[in-house]
């Protein structure tokens, strides 16, 4: 079994280079949904907004505790409110993008997954530009015209492996519950700010103080990326 493991990402890689792509290994083809570390590393990701009431109390959490995460922003909301664009960069977070719509891209074809990115890149505006690197689809759904317009435009997919269904409103403690029992090294969260009122922002507190007691240090999603790239080349995979 050892030695079947161990030819078969061989095997895949190598029809990668052949087909002119190569994923680095912790990826699947498409897209990342963690990244397999031992280091104690995770990154929050929040996505919708921003939203006018919403984003400011997560961002004042975030600013109190000193976190970084990672803002997947929808261009009609970012549009509505470019001063929360704004303050979520000065803050030092990373924004991304979660296309302008919040409709589903899945059985779009390449040039139309295009045209949504280039809407949202533009209502992400200047303070952005040239800095968007992560894409994540509404819903996470995702068919081939979005992998394609994707990679044509520079962007890694970006799913999640944690999900506490935040959006649906449950009780404080049931967000911090589901994050906490599935938290592991290179874990992504999945979190919102599109709609109000949302349990995130007081789950926000209560999870970061958790994870660092456990010994986690929280990361964007670039850092949790680069860090695994970092580890790769190291082995001389890359
Ligand atoms: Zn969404």
Redesign the pocket.
């Known amino acids: 079994m050892k030695t079947a493991r161990l030819v078969l990402p061989a095997m895949v890689l190598a029809a990668m280079a052949v087909a002119g792509t190569q994923p680095a290994l912790w990826q699947d083809t498409r897209a990342v949904t963690h990244v397999p570390t031992s280091a104690k590393v995770i990154a929050l990701t929040i ?2 907004g921003p939203h006018y009431k919403t984003t400011p109390e997560i961002l004042a959490v975030l600013k109190d505790k000193q976190v970084r995460a990672t803002f ?1 922003v ?1 261009g009609e909301n970012a549009v509505r409110n470019p001063e929360l664009v704004a303050r979520e960069e000065a803050d030092g977070h990373e924004i991304a993008v ?1 296309g302008y719509h ?1 409709a589903s891209l899945a059985k779009l074809a390449k040039k139309e997954v295009a045209a949504e990115l280039a809407a949202a890149e533009k209502a992400l505006g200047r303070a952005a530009a040239g800095r968007l690197s992560l894409f ?1 689809p ?2 996470g759904l995702y068919g081939d015209g979005v992998v394609a317009a994707a990679r044509e435009r520079g962007y890694t997919l970006v799913l999640w492996d944690i999900d506490p269904h935040d959006w649906a409103r449950p009780p404080v403690a049931n967000v911090v519950a589901a994050v906490l029992k599935r938290a592991a090294p290179g874990s992504i969260v999945l979190l ?1 700010d ?1 709609q109000y009122p949302l349990p995130t922002a007081r789950a926000l507190e209560i999870i970061i103080d958790r994870l660092r007691a456990d010994g986690y240090e929280l990361v964007t999603v670039s850092e949790l990326l680069r860090l695994n790239e970092r580890r790769a080349a190291q082995s001389g995979i890359l």
Request: glycine letters at 18%; a negative charge; zero cysteines.
């Open positions: 996505d919708d997947f929808l979660h919040h994540r509404p819903g919102h599109g």
